[in-house]
């Protein structure tokens, strides 16, 4: 029986001829919040794609609740929550049919009241609900999205910029969210250019530069991260 | 099999909700049925012209006055073939080589040797058949509504929100495959109620190929609609997609089969008509004038005629000997124009062959030659149509040549030009030309106009099979 939820051991991904990922490793425990800093082009959604199988490495295993993703891809996408960077909805369909028609994809067949409670844990408006997302900002379908995220239940979240869009009010709910669900024993692992965000809801904070893991931060007793060091050695690996 | 109907109903929603994709459905659906229902239109307007016009042949005919039998040999007479019940699905080649023919002793009908040639879908364009629209129109509607079936979804990102819900490469591409074929299955539709309506009384088994060529149309279209999820699936962004499918479509529905055609006919060309009747005339000129009794041609045919009727001369024959002349004479010109019209055939079948070949190349080639043959309106009924017309033309010759055999002697018949009296001698009476059956054509049954397609159909179901690996094979690429 495995300690981690999620394993990266001395992983390497290329993509587009370019190597993206070199020599990462990195574990998360059940029920941990890790997040992943780091700048543009640091391999940060890299990461998250290639613990959803999206991407193969080419060195290196990513391992999910002890299962290798390359071997066992969907075993492995049945236990993990995605919520990738821009809310991947429908245009033309409501928050509403959305949230049925992705859940009813990866059968799961929730009733209308956890439908709308999870609506109501994002704070979306309920007169917002029954119009298609053309018509919404990006920060609802952001909202749209994580609910979505959350109705999966599953015991691994992987977010990628999960406060993107969102107003500092729904930016606040999220953080509680996320910390209702490590207290429930879901892993969470995301990746994050919002260092006052990641430092707020992690356990841990890990700088990515290049492709690489360049340090860890781990939350004090209190479960407080030192920001200001965080943010030195963040604005240091972002400058080198 | 749950999440491929998911999405395939999430396809259909989207384009019910997208206005561009509605519009397009809304045209197929349009198009289909009113060319259904203008095709009707016409051939049944052409069915009752045909009708009256064989009527009204048949009156001039039978009220000719009396005559003497080889006038009405060269009067000759007018027959028309009945459409197929399909034609209103697919009128083939009814178009290009007609459905009229005139018929007259000492030659072959005036459609046989007809500079008529295969031509090109191309060459269709301004025929507004359900089957035009179903080879031409529906895979360039299928191609807009399905283009970005899939590009779609990785231009928005929802490619990883749907693999992140378990969809497979796999599944994904068979419920979109499935919403298009949805959309497919309605444009059948229209042709199927029509071939319903038309082949209502038929018992030449046309309703088995109405069947069998609604089967083939879905063949057809499910083809289309896997080769153009696949190259949604294999390429990027929805402007490659739409590109290489509208280059696919101008290639196999335009160019393939105006260039299989005219292969076809630079491969093994048909000889010109007038080199064709040239030939014709110099063979039939060995065979001797039956007209002339005294030629060389006909002096065996003297003696061994008066050796069997053990006389001494044509006079004393028990039967008119220039009537009998005439008989034999058409016997022998008919054989030289069979053996002709034979080659003829032969040659317009190679160079339809040669054109089918391209079905390796294009779909449409398949499906075209396929709806023809069990439409009843392709090459081998045209042909069947020809060599029932020419056994009617040579039992009508041979009526009349018999009359002239029977109803005067050699006498009279030698001086018919002698004053009126004795051309009112050698006139037959009008009552006989009614005598003369009415031409009706028996088509060829369905396990013979399937024969004809079965070649065309082996093809669509290996384009069946191409498409369905090419839609495995994209499915492999969904990965990222």
Redesign the interface.
Known sequence: MTNYALKASDLEVVRGGKTVLSGMSFEVKQGEVFALLGGNGAGKSTTLLTFMGLLQPKGGVAQVLGKSVAEQPDAVRNQIAYLPESAALYDHLTAWENLTYFLSLSQVQPASESLRAALDAVSLPIESRGRPLKSYSKGMRQKVAIALALLRETPVLLLDEPTSGLDPSAVEDFHDIIERLANNGVTVLMVTHDLYGACQAAHRVGILRAGQLVEVFEADADGNIEISTVRDLFLQQRVA | M??II??AT?EL??WR??KIAWTVLVTLLLVSTCAALVSNVEVSRRAEERLAQQAEADAIFQAQPDRHPHRMVHYGHYVYRAASPLAVIDSGIDSMVGTSIFLEGHRQNSATFAAARETGLLARFGSFSPAFVLQALAPLLLIICGFASVTREKE?????????????GNKLVFGKSLALWVVALLAILPLLFLGFSSTGSDNFGFRQSLYSMTFGYLIYLSVWVLLIVSVSALLRTSAQSLSVLLGLWIVTVVLMPRIASEYASASAPSPSQIETNLRIAETMRAGGDSHDIEDNAFVDLRSVTLAEYNVESIEDLPFNYRGFVALRGEEADTEVLKQFAQERMSQELRQKSIADSFSLFSPVVAIRSFSMALAGTALQDHHHFLRAAEDYRFNMVQTFNRLQMSEMTLAEDLARNDGDEAGRNTRVNSSNWAEMPVFELRPLDHTQRWGAASSSGFAMGLWLIVAFGLLLLSSRQL??
């Open positions: 749950g999440a998911l999405i999430d929603r989207f909700r997208s928005n990102k929802t490619l990883y929100q749907l693999i992140g819900q378990g969809v497979s990965r990222s």
